[in-house]
């Protein structure tokens, strides 16, 4: 059993940053694959960034947020960090984290996501 609680959201302006957070329980945490998700008022959840499991050498991100976000993991402290640089208006949403077993398949289907956060709220003003 895993659980997941998300903080670091709030209020920034456009252009500046936050670092999103995702604190797990759970003795096997380190072997499973994480990922953002978020999702925009008014629309659907979309995919943001996964990291693998285990050594986490391999992470995936969005086109929208390729070359600003930066996902990353501390298993010793049982935390995935989700860097946000440049941030946009278009960026505002509730931002989930989400774990999952990492059988080496695609992660951007949340689907298969197992736990999940209860989501933190960022705002970016223009």
């Known amino acids: 059993q895993v659980q997941l609680v998300e903080s670091g959201g709030g209020l920034v302006q456009a252009g500046n940053s936050l670092t999103l957070s995702c604190a797990a329980t759970?003795?096997?945490?380190?072997?499973?694959?994480v990922g953002w998700f978020r999702q925009a008022p008014g629309k659907e959840r979309e995919f943001v960034a996964a990291?693998?499991?285990?050594?986490?050498?391999?992470?995936d991100y969005a086109d929208s947020v390729k070359g600003r976000f930066t996902i990353s993991r501390d298993n010793a402290k049982n935390t995935v960090y989700l860097k946000m640089d440049s941030l946009k208006p278009e960026d505002r949403a509730v931002y989930y984290c989400?774990?999952?077993?990492?059988?080496?398949?695609?992660?951007?289907?949340?689907?298969?996501?197992?736990?999940w956060g209860q989501g933190t709220r960022v705002i970016v003003s223009s």
């Open positions: 990291i693998r499991g285990w050594t986490a050498t391999s992470t």
């Open positions: 759970g003795h096997t945490f380190s072997s499973y694959a």
């Open positions: 989400a774990a999952r077993r990492d059988f080496g398949l695609s992660l951007r289907d949340s689907r298969p996501y197992e736990y």
